[in-house]
């Protein structure tokens, strides 16, 4: 069994910054890529941010230059630095990673419960 628990989010003003961070629990052989989704009222969930075990991130284009995403592979765990934030930026951000459970098995998708951001004035 493989769980996602995320903590950090809040509210804060627009221009503020918030960190989330999340951790994967459970038994398993290792944590493959690892992501952050994030989806606003009435829409579509998005990619946010990605970062594969060897630190290779990717960052969709609404959130470059102001987002950060980062890993720490001995502890299992993702974090999502987000400065400059915007009113846009509201929305239940997700935890999501790639998960083998065994060395014989390929990924298997897992994501955490979300945690709400909201940016207001």
Same mark, same amino acid.
């Given at each position: 069994?493989?769980?996602?628990?995320?903590?950090?989010?809040?509210?804060?003003? %627009?221009?503020?910054?918030? $960190?989330?961070? #999340?951790?994967? +629990?459970?038994? *398993? *052989?290792?944590?493959?890529?690892?992501?952050? !989704?994030?989806?606003? %009222?009435? /829409?579509?969930?998005?990619?946010?941010?990605?970062?594969? $075990?060897?630190?290779?991130?990717? !960052?969709?284009? %609404?959130? /470059?230059?102001? *987002?950060?995403?980062?890993?720490?592979?001995? =502890?299992?765990?993702? !974090?999502?630095?987000?400065?400059?934030? =915007? %009113?846009?930026?509201?929305?239940? @951000? !997700? #935890?999501?990673?790639?998960?083998?459970?065994? @060395? =014989?098995?390929? +990924?298997?998708? @897992?994501?955490?419960?979300?945690?709400?951001?909201?940016? +207001?004035?």
């Amino acid at each position: 069994q493989v769980q996602l628990v995320e903590s950090g989010g809040g509210s804060v003003q %627009p221009g503020g910054s918030l $960190r989330l961070a #999340c951790g994967a +629990s459970g038994s *398993f *052989f290792s944590v493959v890529d690892m992501g952050w !989704y994030r989806q606003a %009222p009435e /829409k579509q969930r998005e990619l946010v941010a990605l970062i594969t $075990r060897a630190g290779n991130a990717h !960052y969709a284009d %609404p959130v /470059k230059g102001r *987002f950060t995403i980062s890993r720490d592979n001995a =502890k299992n765990m993702v !974090y999502l630095q987000m400065d400059s934030l =915007k %009113p846009e930026d509201t929305a239940v @951000y !997700y #935890c999501n990673a790639g998960v083998r459970i065994t @060395y =014989k098995l390929g +990924s298997q998708d @897992y994501w955490g419960q979300g945690t709400q951001v909201t940016v +207001s004035s």
